[in-house]
């Protein structure tokens, strides 16, 4: 769905991307991740085709953005940082503008604005204005105004920068809904709470570059088994454990005491070559890897170019 290949993009006084290079499949939820300042919003700007890359490419569905710019934005909705709202329209009003801008014609912009409505659970204030919706239902005006013309890809720049935690559960809903539909997502934060509970993968930008492992399984919404983690409790485990885990090719992911979290993809290797150095294991259960700890695996690893969602 996402192809994006040795993009550099330039500053006048800076490069922001530095040769960045990763697939996304269809029907995946990627968190963009990385410190603030690494190049996730130009990034995300240059794959809506509004910001024109330096040097490499980017294909969205196949279309060129620089080529095609025009088509991209027919089938992408993009949600920057800071969004603006029409206060003094209503939210049908905003809608059927916001459709209208997106090439919906004017019969069909009615129908489609009470559809985006409806997925965001706004359909009980089309007649209230934009001024007098809370932060949250902003917010879903927003995003409901972004895939009002029915996109294939969404990109979410820090969504949930300044909600509650209740409007940001109801976010982390909604996203789900949207990628249960079927659409491809692209979701960018530096905060990896906001991104647990929906991500299928996650890619990794620190100044300007891929880091780690490229694109890999990870969060709460991971579907796939690879890269398994897996929690060992040693009986009697030696002063020495985690170097001599380390001497085994194991990756530690982290080591409290005689507990280490050990990620692998194959599972039942681990035992065998722990028995096998001669360490006693009390217990082995197989976790599922939060985002913080593929993040801070994949700090740990060296930098690689991108690899399919």
Known sequence: MIVVKDVVFDYPASRALRGVSFEVTD??????????????????????????????????????VIESPRAVHRLLGFLPDFFGLYDELTVRQCLIYAARSREVSLAEAPAAAERAAARVKL???????????????????????????????LLLDEPAAGLDPE??????ELITRL???????????????????????????RD???????????????????????EVVFAAPPPDLEQTLRDLKLKVVSLTGATA????????????????????VRSF????????????????????DGRGA
């Open 27 to 64: 029907g995946a939820v990627l968190a963009l991740v990385g410190p603030n300042g690494a190049g996730k919003t130009t990034l995300l700007r240059c794959m809506a085709a509004l910001d024109q890359p330096t040097l490499g490419t980017i294909g969205i569905a196949g279309l060129d």
């Open 123 to 153: 359909t009980d204030r089309l007649e209230s204005r934009a001024a007098q919706l809370s932060r949250g239902l902003r917010q879903r005006l927003a995003i409901a105004q972004t895939i009002v013309h029915a996109p294939r890809v």
């Open 167 to 172: 409007a940001r559960r109801d976010l982390s």
């Open 179 to 205: 990628a249960g539909d079927g659409m491809t997502i692209i979701v960018s934060s530096h905060i990896l709470a906001e991104l647990e509970d929906y991500s299928t993968r996650m890619l990794m930008l």
């Open 208 to 230: 300007g570059a891929v880091a780690g492992g490229g694109v890999v399984e990870a969060g709460s919404g991971a579907q796939s088994r690879e890269r398994e983690a897996v």
């Open 261 to 280: 979290l050990i990620e692998a993809d194959e599972g039942s290797d681990i035992v065998r070559r722990l028995v096998e150095a001669g360490l006693s």
């Open 285 to 304: 259960t197989p976790v599922r890897r939060t985002l913080e700890q593929a993040y801070l695996a994949e700090a740990a690893a060296s930098p690689a």
